[in-house]
């Protein structure tokens, strides 16, 4: 965990708004983390508290806590000693835009094992430097959820990405996230209705706030009838696509 590999297969060209958001990411790496981490990392918790009591992630059973050792343990078993279960494997996630690693740092710490995109080199050279064990880092881009190694996850993930992918991208990220996932996709980002310094922060990032706020309901409603929304702070919201009992194409 936390080596940095690349994955950036079929180089698309992309357009300037990408391309500024990269520059801009680029030079807030090294101070994002004392600007936003206390409150980001306080959202994520919630969101994956909330995850943890959701149906169809909880049967895979993501909390993986050691069972406790006694004092003392037998030189050798005997035929009395009940058998011993195997343990099961950790749950997956794919943290999609994962910036400096907050979202995937949390998902760890519940218990899966998370790889975590993200196509700025300096997001994740912070994110390697200070959450080294809580992914797998890979240099790729968002519409790349399903080629990464291990899809599909369990669970694919994005925090507060969407809002800032003019809406065609924004559909084809989301839409390669649902490909993705075995159980569920899970979202936090902003939710209706719209503040006026959030919006104005936004536009200072060249975001596609107002935007989101207003076409985003649509964009689920046409991948997911069963969308969930749980509201996080009084601007954000966890936003949950659970897939466990979509229909399989053949």
């Given at each position: 965990?936390?080596?940095?590999?690349?994955?950036?297969?079929?180089?698309?060209?992309?357009?300037n708004?990408?391309t500024?958001?990269?520059?801009?990411?680029?030079?807030?790496?090294?101070?994002?983390?004392l600007?936003?981490?206390?409150?980001?990392t306080?959202?994520?918790?919630?969101?994956?508290?909330?995850?943890?009591?959701?149906d169809?992630?909880?049967?895979?059973?993501?909390?993986?806590?050691?069972?406790?050792?006694?004092?003392?343990?037998?030189?050798?078993?005997?035929?009395?000693?009940?058998?011993?279960?195997?343990?099961?494997?950790?749950?997956?996630?794919?943290?999609?835009?994962?910036?400096?690693?907050?979202?995937a740092?949390?998902?760890?710490k519940?218990?899966?094992?998370?790889?975590?995109i993200?196509?700025?080199?300096?997001?994740?050279?912070?994110a390697t430097?200070?959450?080294?064990?809580?992914?797998?880092?890979?240099?790729?881009?968002?519409?790349?959820?399903?080629?990464?190694?291990?899809?599909?996850?369990?669970?694919?993930?994005?925090?507060?990405?969407?809002?800032?992918?003019?809406?065609?991208?924004?559909?084809?990220?989301?839409?390669?996230?649902?490909?993705?996932?075995?159980?569920?996709?899970?979202?936090?980002?902003?939710?209706?209705?719209?503040?006026?310094?959030?919006?104005?922060?936004?536009?200072?990032?060249?975001?596609?706030?107002?935007?989101?706020?207003?076409?985003?309901?649509?964009?689920?409603?046409?991948?997911?009838?069963?969308?969930?929304?749980?509201?996080?702070?009084?601007?954000?919201?966890?936003?949950?696509?659970?897939?466990?009992?979509?229909?399989?194409?053949?």
């Amino acid at each position: 965990m936390g080596l940095i590999s690349r994955n950036l297969q079929n180089p698309r060209r992309r357009q300037n708004h990408v391309t500024q958001a990269q520059r801009l990411f680029s030079m807030i790496a090294p101070v994002y983390d004392l600007i936003l981490a206390h409150s980001m990392t306080r959202m994520y918790q919630k969101a994956v508290d909330l995850l943890l009591h959701t149906d169809d992630l909880c049967a895979s059973g993501p909390r993986h806590t050691p069972p406790a050792l006694p004092s003392t343990l037998p030189a050798t078993s005997t035929l009395h000693d009940p058998p011993t279960e195997p343990t099961p494997p950790a749950p997956t996630a794919l943290d999609v835009g994962t910036g400096t690693g907050l979202f995937a740092s949390e998902l760890a710490k519940a218990g899966f094992r998370v790889t975590a995109i993200d196509s700025c080199l300096a997001m994740l050279q912070v994110a390697t430097r200070r959450r080294p064990c809580a992914a797998d880092y890979i240099l790729a881009e968002a519409h790349l959820a399903s080629r990464q190694p291990g899809a599909p996850f369990d669970l694919v993930c994005a925090g507060m990405l969407l809002h800032g992918l003019p809406r065609e991208y924004r559909r084809e990220v989301l839409a390669d996230m649902i490909r993705s996932a075995r159980k569920a996709v899970a979202i936090v980002d902003y939710v209706p209705p719209g503040n006026l310094i959030t919006a104005a922060v936004e536009r200072l990032e060249g975001s596609y706030y107002r935007k989101f706020l207003c076409e985003f309901g649509d964009d689920l409603a046409c991948v997911a009838a069963n969308a969930l929304v749980h509201p996080l702070t009084a601007t954000c919201a966890l936003y949950i696509l659970p897939l466990s009992h979509r229909p399989r194409s053949h």
